[in-house]
């Protein structure tokens, strides 16, 4: 690999901003004891907000509210960005609150939030970047038993991936969702995927590459092109691929760094996605639906009559009522039988809540146009994020 360049672009050691050389007269003690004072200020003032969170988790029980509240956690969030003017990194203060909001709603209630596992996969990332790390997060299987989990209310959440920017559609979860239509998207997670090639190992020494199908594939020209003799294996999570790379000998993983440290691994390559901006987005869901932010979307899962134009009627009251449809993907239905041309299912995502007049207006359209239409969720748009 290459060797990364010195921060500043030279061999010269780059001069600190001015804003963070120390003022005249300051010695190291007193600018630690200002930290200390500073530091005894900020403990009493984050328990002073945790016992408020504590008091508004008594209203919400009393009122029969439920605990978690995306819509308000995202407003929280984006008031503190934009009240952000450093020198901290933006990223450091995005963690800080996600934390003290985790935190905070653990005071209140237990939350379990089932997500594909095990440890340090992508969807466990998924789970904490929206959660943090104050809830209780149950790694399965598959994604199947993601949504059994929640049916069966053994947790409150679940959170499985919807799409990748490279890849597209997760089949798995389209199909989960047209077999338990009751449960709805209650919030979205857009996590930023850095894929790395771990392993015990020197990189030369690989034979075999352990990972999820998408991974492998978010990954294959660079796979093709530096270990054209490797065999690539596919499992059912990246997690589960760190875990086979730590028992075997010659065997590597595509997966998160994070997973490298938990399993004691090298990180042979890192950032080796094809794509500098793979984006997966994941649903989070739920038994309820969410209430109006003002920055929502809706998605939507259609059914339409098997014959020509059937897809363009059912959409045109979309553009009509002035409803910006974001994302459309077709999957087929369970029941196509063999001697018929297959019927398909629509998922689709537009701009605003079904609360919203137009949103609700476009629907109403829709619903008469076709043979099935499950409402899916409104819920909050979200910014991407690192894991």
């Not at 077999?179 to 930023?192: F, H, M, N, S, W």
Request: proline share 6%; glycine share 6%; hydrophobic share 40%.
């Amino acid at each position: 690999m290459a060797r990364k360049p010195s921060p500043s672009g030279s061999g010269s050691q780059a001069s600190a901003p001015a804003s963070l050389v120390p003022a005249q007269g300051e010695s190291l003690e007193s600018l630690r004891s200002q930290i200390d004072n500073l530091d005894r200020e900020l403990v009493g003032l984050l328990n002073r907000r945790a016992e408020i969170a504590t008091q508004i988790g008594r209203i919400k029980a009393l009122e029969n509210l439920e605990i978690w509240s995306p819509a308000r956690e995202e407003e929280v969030l984006a008031r503190a960005l934009k009240m952000h003017t450093g020198p901290l990194p933006t990223e450091t203060l995005r963690l800080i609150f996600r934390e003290l909001m985790s935190g905070s709603r653990a005071i209140q209630q237990n939350l379990r939030v089932a997500c594909l596992g095990p440890k340090h996969s992508y969807s466990y990332l998924a789970s904490v970047a929206k959660f943090g790390h104050s809830v209780e997060h149950v790694p399965v299987a598959s994604i199947a038993a993601v949504f059994e989990e929640v049916h069966r209310r053994h947790v409150q959440f679940g959170l499985v991936p919807l799409e990748n920017s490279t890849d597209g559609r997760i089949a798995d979860t389209l199909e989960m969702f047209a077999r338990l239509p009751g449960l709805k998207i209650r919030a979205e997670v857009r996590l930023r995927i850095r894929h790395c090639l771990i392993g015990k190992g020197e990189w030369g020494q690989v034979r075999r590459v352990y990972s999820k199908a998408q991974a492998l594939s978010q990954c294959r020209h660079w796979l093709s092109k530096n270990l054209p003799d490797a065999q690539l294996i596919e499992v059912v999570s990246t997690g589960a691929a760190a875990e086979f790379a730590e028992r075997e000998p010659y065997a590597a993983a595509v997966a998160s760094r994070q997973a490298a440290e938990a399993h004691g691994l090298r990180l042979l390559v890192e950032n080796i996605e094809d794509s500098r901006h793979n984006v997966t987005r994941f649903a989070v869901i739920a038994q309820q639906d969410e209430q109006p932010t003002g920055r929502d979307k809706t998605t939507i899962m259609v059914s339409l009559p098997h014959h020509s134009g059937s897809l363009a009627k059912a959409i045109e009251p979309f553009a009509t009522c002035d409803v910006n449809m974001t994302w459309i993907e077709s999957f087929p239905t369970a029941e196509n039988p063999p001697d018929r041309d297959p019927t398909y299912l629509f998922f689709i995502d537009v701009d605003g809540h079904v609360q919203d007049e137009p949103v609700k207006k476009a629907l109403d359209i829709l619903r008469k146009r076709a043979d099935r239409l499950e409402i899916l969720g409104s819920y909050p748009r979200s910014d991407c994020v690192e894991g």
